[in-house]
């Protein structure tokens, strides 16, 4: 077994890679999941990805995140991935707050660290990308903005509803994709859940990439050009527990063994991805001893921001080991990879 990595695949993407191997050619869908920090535990495996894996220019890839994992896809649909994704770290890691932040200080903060990603790169280049389409999740709330007491309120009265029913959620939030131009709108299938499709713009680029990490009570809404508030996609779509309607199989990097549709999910045990949804999916995720090596012996979290409140140097520190660590994973799955031996490792998802 890998040491750093667990690799698991569903019953057509296994039976796939038993008959024909597999090849960074059969990969058409990525998604990336909400989590925050947690992120970071995928820093080096998405270097290798963007750099050598998916280095043939007409690879064609549907880039699908929410949250965190939007903004990771963001990366990967830029002219310089690799550069892009050693911005997005340095930036998402050194994240400062000298006093405990209001939620207009994490939003500034965010959006900061969006344009920080962008740099020079403009709404064309994501735009007209020609090979790599970016889904960009956001969770458009149902009511009225609410602040304080009254917007806990309408969050606990959310979760109620989502434990009752997953569709019970969708009276509070509606899912809105945005996508880029020539991108497949229904890649995302119908899973019963209201969902609206809506091409970017100039105008609707950032937006939607300030709102898709925009947590409720921690930072304000953006109000998009419906004049509607719109949240965090992991509302919706915490680890983006979706089918996607392409022949190719869906290459998942993941910092997590389980798969939770939605954000008020993470605590149920019995929500989770369907056979559906694995079934074409090729999950990596970090083993239960690359975790234990790593400081706090846990992926980095939104708590490590109390935890670590006051002492920003050591959290960020300790941000950055985890990072360096996460090469490990990537020279581990390159080794297998080129030796021909990964294959020997998939196991059924």
């Known amino acids: 077994m890998p040491k750093n990595f667990n690799i698991k695949a569903g019953k057509t993407a296994y039976k796939h890679i038993q008959a024909n191997g ?18 970071i535990s995928l ?24 949250s965190a994992g939007a903004w ?18 340095k930036y998402y890691v050194e994240q400062r707050y000298p006093n405990w932040p209001r939620p207009a200080d994490v939003s500034r903060e965010l959006s900061y660290i969006i344009d920080q990603v962008m740099a020079d790169a403009s709404f064309t280049d994501v735009d007209m990308a020609t090979h790599k389409k970016l889904y960009v999740i956001n969770s458009r709330s149902k009511s009225p903005h609410r602040e304080g007491r009254r917007l806990k309120q309408h969050l606990i009265q959310a979760g109620l509803a989502n434990i009752m029913s997953r569709k019970s959620l969708f009276r509070h939030f509606e899912r809105v994709v945005y996508h880029t131009q020539d991108a497949i709108p229904s890649i995302v299938m ?22 898709t990490g925009s947590i409720p009570a921690l930072c304000h809404p953006v109000v998009m050009d419906d004049g509607m508030n719109y949240w965090d996609g992991g509302i919706t779509d915490y680890h983006i527990a979706l089918q996607f309607d392409t022949p190719g199989l869906v290459l998942y ?16 045990s019995w929500r989770r991805a369907s056979d559906a949804v694995t079934d074409k999916m090729i999950l990596i995720h970090p083993s239960a001893g690359f975790i234990r ?5 846990k992926i980095p979290d939104r708590k490590d921001f109390e935890v670590y409140f006051g002492r920003d140097d050591q959290r960020i520190s300790h941000w950055y080991q985890v990072a360096e660590a996460s090469h490990l ?3 581990e799955f390159k080794d297998l990879y080129e030796s021909g031996d990964l294959i020997r490792h998939i196991e059924p998802l």
């Open 22 to 39: 597999l090849h960074p050619s059969d990969i058409t869908v990525l998604p990336a999941a909400a989590g925050g920090p947690k992120w």
């Open 43 to 66: 820093f080096g495996l998405d270097q290798y990805l963007v750099r050598e894996w998916f280095k043939e220019p007409k690879q064609q890839l549907h880039l699908v995140g929410a």
């Open 72 to 89: 990771r896809m963001l990366c990967y649909s830029l002219p310089d991935p690799t550069s892009a994704l050693d911005r997005y770290l």
């Open 190 to 211: 119908d899973d019963g859940l209201m969902t609206e499709q809506k091409q970017m713009t100039k105008q609707t680029l950032l937006p939607s990439l300030y709102a």
């Open 253 to 268: 990097p993941h910092f997590s063994s389980s798969i939770k549709p939605g954000w008020f999910d993470k605590h149920l």
């Open 293 to 297: 090596a790593l400081p706090d012996q």
């Open 329 to 331: 994973m990537a020279a």
